[in-house]
């Protein structure tokens, strides 16, 4: 019944493993797929603009706040708040977390799925030679609307994430990202500098880099710090879940810190790819939605030198990138299922993994593989529904249950452990108590009339 059957539940080997594993949950598809099709739907530099606030003001403050209650109680996203406040409704938070973790699994893996279809398409000479943007229009069209391809690609990233997830935290996470997320880091940089240098780039820099203030409404906002949320990975209980293997010694500031920031600076420097090389080759709108980086990206390699093998490259690292995330997502739930339902490891994995595999088959099919789940957008629906309102109601909650509830006396003290000085304390309370619930719930309040526009 409790969380300290270490077997069961594993902890990280070293000092900076929960750094890497807590850094591989955030980096992902949602940097590099996500946020530029964002971008590019709402207002291109302006939407940046409210991104970096949201992150900076209300996404650091929730990750503090997650990890610090995933230390302090060494247990899974819902045990978490069954041990702070026994027997009360709060660990529907937690509850909230696991179902959202699961939806968005179910579709994150889709798209996961089309990076798989890339990586095979890439290896075998589809983008060889240059394409056109129309080529790359139609080859994405006819890939997204093969409803067999799609779901034999995403049942292959649900199988991997469950395979690693069953064999346990430490051996499973660790070993990936500590190589393969700084080699990313590496091609993007290279990639970056490669779209910065195309003749007509100049008009995609300024889409992206400035701000058109009259752009600026509430589905700008809305969706600026749903992105935020689902790129940090907050909002549902990953970072408690995380945060309870971080050990007392680690400082938990520098910590929220780092991911925050790395995090932040992949999804900008995605953008830097995307813009500019979208504008200096025509043929495709920045709105082109979840489309636009499967899109863009084969153009890019077509026209640098090495193309094809930096093309491998990236679709390698962007499954690992994707595999990172999706291991997190599963690890919420199947950690809840060992700790307080006395599941194995395997069993909660398997169930839970064949689940959202099941669950995300319509969506796998919303892109034209099935008229049905095409007409209603199931994908888009799921995705509105899970990152943008769920993560927000989830991060509200948490802000109120920490800084209203809990008592500010023991999160301070727990913050404390690992960093005696915790400069940034005030500040901290003062977003946690006041400014980020505030700005949730006006988010919430406008919710309805923002996404029926
Ligand atoms: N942050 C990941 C990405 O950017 C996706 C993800 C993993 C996530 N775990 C999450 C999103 C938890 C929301 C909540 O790709």
């Known amino acids: 019944m409790n969380g300290q ?16 594993a807590a850094t591989g949950s955030a980096i992902g598809l949602g940097n590099i797929w996500r946020f530029p099709m964002v971008v590019g739907k709402y207002g291109g530099a302006v939407f940046v603009f409210v991104y970096i606030l949201a992150v ?20 899974n996203a819902i045990g978490a708040f069954e041990k702070i406040k026994p027997r009360t409704p709060w660990k529907i938070i937690g509850a909230l977390g696991l179902l959202t973790s699961i939806c968005i699994l179910s579709y994150y893996s889709v798209i996961a799925g089309w990076a798989v279809g890339y990586f095979v398409k890439t290896v075998s000479g589809t983008f060889k030679g240059g394409i056109t ?28 994430t469950t395979f690693i997830i069953s064999k346990g935290v430490q051996s499973g996470i660790e070993r990936w990202t500590k190589i393969l997320m700084p080699v990313l880091l590496l091609l993007i940089l290279y990639l970056a500098i490669k779209a910065l240098t195309l003749p007509g780039a100049g008009q995609g820099v300024s889409f992206y880099l400035k701000p058109d203030f009259s752009k600026l409404n509430g589905t700008v906002v809305l969706f600026a710090f749903g992105q935020a949320f689902f790129s940090l990975s907050i909002g549902m209980g990953i970072m408690i879940t ?60 077509s026209k640098i030198p090495g193309g094809n093998f930096f093309g491998i490259l990236f679709f390698t690292l962007l499954l690992v990138a994707a595999i990172t995330s999706t291991i997190s997502l599963l690890e919420v739930s199947v950690a809840y299922f060992i700790d307080e339902r006395n599941w194995s490891r395997k069993k909660a994995a398997y169930l839970l993994g064949g689940f959202a595999f099941l ?39 948490i802000c109120i249950f920490v800084g209203w509830i809990w ?47």
């Open 5 to 20: 059957d270490q077997n069961q539940r594993g902890h990280w080997g070293s000092k900076l493993a929960f750094i890497f």
């Open 56 to 75: 900076a003001l209300v996404g650091f403050t929730v990750m503090l706040a997650e990890m610090t209650i995933g230390r302090h109680t060494q247990r």
């Open 133 to 160: 943007s129309q080529l790359s229009e139609q080859i994405y069209t006819n890939f997204v609307s093969n409803p067999l391809m799609t779901t034999v690609c995403f049942f292959a990233v649900i199988g991997i």
């Open 242 to 301: 995380y945060g309870s293997y971080i050990s007392k010694s680690d400082n938990l500031v520098t910590s929220a810190g780092w991911v925050s920031f790395s995090d932040t600076l992949v999804a900008f420097l995605a953008g830097i790819i995307i813009f500019p090389t979208l504008f200096a080759i025509p043929g495709i709108e920045p709105t082109a939605g979840p489309g636009l980086v499967f899109k863009v990206f084969p153009l890019i390699f």
């Open 359 to 397: 669950l995300g088959i319509p969506s796998a099919l919303s892109s034209g593989g099935m008229k049905l789940f095409t007409d209603i957008d199931f994908m888009g629906k799921f995705d509105i529904i899970f990152a943008n309102i769920s993560l927000a109601v989830g991060a509200l909650l």
């Open 407 to 453: 008592g500010i006396k023991k999160p301070v003290e727990e913050v404390r452990s690992g960093n005696p000085r915790f400069k940034i304390r005030l500040l901290w309370l003062f977003s946690l108590k006041f400014f980020s619930p505030i700005v949730l719930i006006i988010i919430l309040i406008f919710i309805k009339k923002i996404i029926t526009g």
